[in-house]
């Protein structure tokens, strides 16, 4: 059998059937724009899921095993985030991150704001490929607590020291 004929065959069984082949798929969506990442599923958190640094609370931590159906159990902990609907696997590098920021005990870790971020480079077997990174929010310098605004309706607290006790 010849390649012409096998594209003259091909072609001829097509023709008129365009409608055919989007109805046969009722979902099929016409977007030529997207990129690769929007294509490739995942079950985990991945780069193309998170734009810029996200603020999360970590709702929920869990050994998952992330190997194949055909290859030995590869167990790693995970961690579900409120504000995302799948989790990220988390590596010793942001485990460590993790324990600053939020210290050892990990039931400490539940429900505390930390950002998720892409971090452009990093790098795996040699290339620079990028990844996810988590770090602790920065604490604002001084007083947590506003100093007080006075005004008329408002005013300072009185001296404490002001008496009429002349010496």
């Known amino acids: 059998m010849s390649r012409q004929w096998r594209e003259q065959d091909t072609s001829e069984a ?13 979902n099929y969506d016409e977007d030529k724009h997207m990129k690769i990442s929007d294509m490739i599923e995942s079950k985990y958190l991945k ?7 996200v603020t999360v609370r970590i709702v929920a931590l869990k050994k998952m095993n992330l190997a194949r159906d055909d290859e030995d159990p590869e167990y790693r902990w995970t961690a579900k985030f409120q504000e995302f609907a799948k989790p ?8 460590k991150r993790l324990a600053k920021a939020l210290g050892d005990d990990t039931e400490m870790w539940l429900n505390e704001p ?19 990174r988590l770090r602790g929010i920065p604490k604002k310098k001084g007083s947590t607590m506003p100093k007080p605004q006075y005004d008329e309706r408002n005013p300072p607290p009185a001296d404490k020291f002001e008496d009429d006790v002349p010496f």
Request: hydrophobic share 40%.
């Open 14 to 26: 097509l023709q008129g059937r365009e409608d055919d082949w989007s109805n046969a798929l009722p």
């Open 47 to 53: 780069q193309s899921d998170v734009d810029g640094v």
């Open 88 to 95: 990220m696997v988390l590596n010793v590098t942001n485990l």
């Open 114 to 132: 930390v950002e998720l971020y892409v971090d452009p480079d990093i790098e795996f077997g040699g290339n620079i490929v990028g990844g996810l």
